[in-house]
C-alpha cells in the first residue's frame, strides 16, 4: 500500500476522516459529502486544508461550487470494476476546471493506472505490497492511444497528421 | 481493406507484451486466476468447460486471403486444426493453450488483426453489414465509419470498466443485414430531407435474457458529429447503467427503464457539453485517410450476364440452385457478390478447418481480389467475383462443401457452441443444428420454403440469436435432461420483431418433426410467393401451435 504521486511514494499529510463520527484535531482531513453538507462551517473554521472523498455514485457537478475549497478529490474505486470514477475524474478535470490533487483510492490495481492517469488522476493509492514498483511495472505499457483526454496528450491520428 | 500504420502495430505489440507479462505473473502464480481472469478477458482469452477459448476480431467482418491463411496457421499450429465464425464477425479457437496464448497474439498481430476487448465489459468488436461498400442498395459504405468506431473505442480511458460489454453494428443499406437493432447502438446511414448522409442512432437493443428491440434515438446525426454523440450514449451508459445485478447492467435495461425519451434527454444533455470538445474532432484528413483503404478496387469494365453463367444456369440444376441461393447482385456491372455457405449438411455451424481456410484464402486471391468478408449468419462472403467466373468458383466450392445452395433458407442455421463447449449452456446446440440440416437436405425442397431462419441457442444468453430466428430454438434443462422451447416470427432485420413462445419445450428427437410440421403448415397457408414471415404474422400462431401439439394445443401452451 502506498501513495504515488509523480512516480513515487509520498507520504500523504491527509487523515481520511470519511467514515469516523469524531473529526481528528489539528490535521488535513479528507470527509465524505455527507460530512461536508452538515459541518461545513465547522470544517472550515478548522484552517486546515481539506479534502472531499466521492463514492462511485456520487458526482462531481454536486460540488462543483465548492472546489474551491479542497486541496485533493478522492475519488472512490470501490471494486476496480466499477469504472465511474473514470468519469467524475474527467469531468472533474475538464468540465469544472479543478486543478488539484485528483487521488484514486479503494481497489486500485496496477493494470488500471495508466487508465487513470489518462483520465485525470494524478496520485493513487495503489493496493500493492510495493506501490512503487507497481507503478514502475506498468509505466512503460502504453506509448500510443487513439483518444484525447484532459491530459493534453497527442492521439495516435494526431501525431499521423503532424508530420 | 484498413491497414495498420506504425501506431496502429505499436499499440498493438505493446499490449501484447504487457499481456505476455500477466500471463507469465499467472503461470508463476504471482497472481490468483481471480485476479488474471479481467485481464485475459479484455484479451478475449475465456476459460470454457474443456480449454481456453480465444475470441478473435474479425472488424466489421473484412477479412484479406493473407489474414485468413494465418488463420489457418494458428488453427493448425496452437489449435486442433479448425476454427469456429462466431455471430459477430469473431473467429473462436476452442483448445488454445495460456502459456502459448501470447504467441498466438504474436501470430494475429503479424496480420494487423488482434483479439483485443472481443470480451470484457467494454466496447466489442464493430459489425457491419457484410456486403459493405458492394450492395446494390447501400447509402453509404459503413467501413471507414467502422474503422474510425473501432479505433476510438480500442483501450479507451474511459470506458474500459463499463457495467456490462457493449455491442455496436452499424448498416449502410436500408435492407439490414446487420441485426442493428438488436445492438447496444446500432446505426444506419440514412439520408436526411436534405439529401445529406448521416446516421439514424438505435440504442438499448439486445437479446440474452431480456431482449429488446432497440430505440431510435436519433433520426439523424451529422457524420463529423459521431465519436462525440458515441461519446455522450456511453458515458450516460458508464455512469447510470446498472451494476448491482449484471443480468441487469446491459445499456438495454437503462434506455427501458428510463424510456427512451429521458435516456435520449440525457444523452443531448452530455452531448450539448461535449459536441463542440476539440478532444473529440476528426480532422478531415483522418476520415479521408481511412475512407482511402476502402475505395474502390480496380474492377474490369463488364457486361451483367455473361454467356457463360446463362448457359451453365440451362443445363446443371445445382448450380442454378446455388446461383439463386447464394448469389447476391454487386453494384458494379460485371461483377458478384457469393456466399460461402458454412452449413453443409452435418456440420457444425460456422466452422471451417485449418485445410478448408488455406483453399478458401487461395479462391478469395483466385476470384475475390484476395478480398472475403464474415457474416453474422456464420457463412464467409466473395464479395467481388467476375460474374463469368461463377461457374468454375462453383465447381471449386462443391469441391470443398462450401457450396450448399441455403443461404437464408431453412439450413443456414444460426447456433451457439452450446454445451459442446461452452460453460454456460444448459444444453447442445450444434447436434439439433446438424440433425436439422440433414433432415432438410433437399434443395427443391429448400428453395420452394424461402426464406426462413433457424437460430438456435444452448441457453437463455442467446448467443445463437434464437428470439430473432424466423423460428428461434432455445436449449433448456429440466431434472437434468436437455429439452428445447421454440419461438416464432423473430427477425433481426429492419423490421425487427421477437419471436413468441410456440408452447411448451420438447426433446431433441422431437425437433425435427415439429419443424417439419410448422413448414407444412407454412406452405399450406401462405399466399402466392409470401414467406415464412409473412405468413405468420398475417395468420398468427394458432395454426402453429395446432400443427406442432395437435389438437391439445391450446391445454398444453
Known amino acids: ?163 | 481493406m484498413y491497414r495498420y500504420d506504425e501506431f496502429d502495430h505499436t499499440l498493438v505489440a505493446e499490449r501484447i507484451a504487457t499481456f505476455r507479462r500477466q500471463v507469465q505473473r499467472r503461470l508463476s502464480g504471482d497472481l490468483t486466476e481471480d485476479q488474471f481472469k479481467p485481464l485475459r478477458l479484455m484479451n478475449g482469452l475465456y476459460l470454457q468447460l474443456h480449454a481456453y477459448m480465444l475470441r478473435v476480431n474479425i472488424p466489421y467482418g473484412c477479412l484479406s486471403a493473407r489474414q485468413l491463411r494465418q488463420l489457418a496457421y494458428i488453427a493448425r499450429r496452437y489449435d486442433r486444426n479448425f476454427g469456429h465464425f462466431t455471430t459477430r464477425q469473431n473467429i473462436q479457437y476452442n483448445w488454445i493453450r495460456l502459456d502459448e496464448t501470447p504467441d498466438v497474439l504474436a501470430a494475429l498481430a503479424e496480420v494487423e488483426m488482434n483479439a483485443m476487448q472481443s470480451s470484457g465489459n467494454c466496447v466489442r468488436n464493430i459489425t457491419a453489414d457484410q456486403y459493405a461498400g458492394r450492395a446494390r442498395d447501400e447509402v453509404e459504405d459503413p467501413r471507414p465509419w467502422c474503422e474510425l468506431i473501432r479505433q476510438w473505442s480500442i483501450l479507451h480511458p474511459e470506458f474500459s470498466y463499463l457495467p456490462r460489454k457493449f455491442k455496436i453494428a452499424v448498416s449502410g443499406a436500408p435492407v439490414d443485414r446487420a441485426a442493428v437493432k438488436f445492438h447496444d447502438v446500432g446505426l444506419y446511414l440514412r439520408r436526411n430531407a436534405d439529401g445529406v448522409v448521416g446516421f439514424e442512432v438505435i440504442a438499448g437493443g439486445g437479446q440474452g435474457r431480456l431482449p429488446y428491440v432497440g430505440h431510435t434515438i436519433r433520426d439523424w446525426l451529422p457524420k463529423e458529429d459521431l465519436l462525440s454523440y458515441l461519446e455522450a450514449i456511453l458515458r450516460i451508459y458508464n455512469l447510470g447503467g446498472r451494476r448491482d445485478n449484471p443480468q441487469k447492467a446491459r445499456i438495454k435495461v437503462q434506455v427501458n427503464a428510463l424510456g427512451p425519451d429521458e435516456f435520449r434527454r440525457l444523452v443531448d444533455e452530455e452531448w450539448a457539453q461535449i459536441r463542440r470538445s476539440a478532444l473529440l474532432a476528426v480532422p478531415r484528413a483522418e476520415i479521408e485517410r481511412i475512407a482511402a483503404y476502402f475505395a474502390d478496387p480496380a474492377w474490369e469494365v463488364l457486361a451483367d450476364d455473361p454467356v457463360a453463367v446463362t448457359r451453365q444456369r440451362g443445363v446443371d440444376p445445382g448450380f442454378d440452385d446455388w446461383y439463386r441461393a447464394n448469389v447476391v447482385a454487386h453494384r458494379t456491372p460485371g461483377y458478384a457478390i457469393v456466399n460461402l455457405s458454412l452449413k453443409a449438411p452435418g456440420i457444425a455451424p460456422g466452422d471451417l478447418t485449418a485445410d478448408q481456410m488455406d483453399k478458401v484464402a487461395d479462391l478469395a486471391d483466385r476470384f475475390s481480389i484476395g478480398e472475403l468478408r464474415v457474416s453474422h449468419r456464420q457463412n464467409l462472403v466473395f464479395p467481388d467475383v467476375r460474374q463469368g467466373d461463377l461457374p468454375a468458383l462453383w465447381q471449386e466450392l462443391r469441391a470443398l462443401s462450401l457450396a450448399t445452395p441455403n443461404i437464408g433458407q431453412l439450413t443456414d442455421i444460426i447456433a451457439c457452441p452450446g454445451l459442446d463447449f461452452c460453460s454456460l449452456a444448459n444444453a447442445r446446440a450444434i447436434p439439433v443444428a446438424q440433425d436439422l440440416s440433414r433432415h432438410f437436405g433437399d434443395a427443391a425442397v429448400l428453395q420452394d420454403v424461402g426464406e426462413l431462419t433457424i437460430n438456435i441457442s444452448g441457453c437463455m444468453n442467446a448467443c445463437g440469436h434464437h428470439h430473432v430466428g424466423n423460428i428461434g430454438i432455445l436449449g433448456v434443462e429440466k431434472n437434468g435432461q436437455e429439452f428445447y422451447q421454440l419461438t416464432l416470427g423473430g427477425s433481426s432485420g429492419e423490421d425487427a420483431s421477437l419471436g413468441d413462445r410456440l408452447g411448451r419445450s420438447i426433446s431433441a428427437a422431437d425437433v425435427p418433426p415439429a419443424i417439419d410440421a410448422i413448414v407444412a403448415r407454412y406452405r399450406a397457408l401462405r399466399l402466392a410467393d409470401e414467406r415464412f414471415l409473412d405468413t405468420y404474422r398475417r395468420v398468427g400462431i394458432e395454426p402453429f401451435k395446432e400443427a406442432v401439439y395437435g389438437a391439445r394445443a391450446r391445454e398444453v401452451a
Open chain 1, 1 to 163: 500500500m502506498g501513495l504515488v504521486r509523480g512516480g513515487s511514494l509520498v507520504p500523504d499529510p491527509f487523515t481520511d476522516a470519511s467514515s469516523l463520527g469524531e473529526l481528528p484535531a489539528g490535521v488535513p482531513l479528507i470527509i465524505s459529502l455527507e460530512q461536508w453538507q452538515v459541518r461545513r462551517d465547522e470544517l472550515l473554521a478548522r484552517g486546515q486544508p481539506l479534502g472531499l472523498r466521492l463514492r462511485s455514485d456520487q458526482s462531481p457537478t454536486r460540488i462543483a461550487d465548492d472546489l474551491a475549497h479542497f486541496a485533493v478529490v478522492a475519488l472512490e474505486f470501490p471494486k476496480y470494476r466499477d469504472g465511474r470514477a473514470y468519469t467524475h475524474a474527467r469531468i472533474l478535470k475538464e468540465r469544472l476546471g479543478y486543478t488539484g490533487e485528483i487521488r484514486a483510492v479503494g481497489d486500485v490495481l496496477q493494470e488500471q493506472l495508466h487508465f487513470m492517469q489518462r483520465c485525470g488522476f494524478n496520485s493513487f493509492d495503489v493496493v500493492a505490497p510495493d506501490a512503487e514498483q507497481a507503478w514502475r511495472t506498468v509505466a512503460g505499457d502504453h506509448t500510443v492511444w487513439y483518444q484525447a483526454t484532459g491530459d493534453g496528450r497527442p492521439r495516435a491520428l494526431d501525431r499521423r497528421h503532424r508530420r
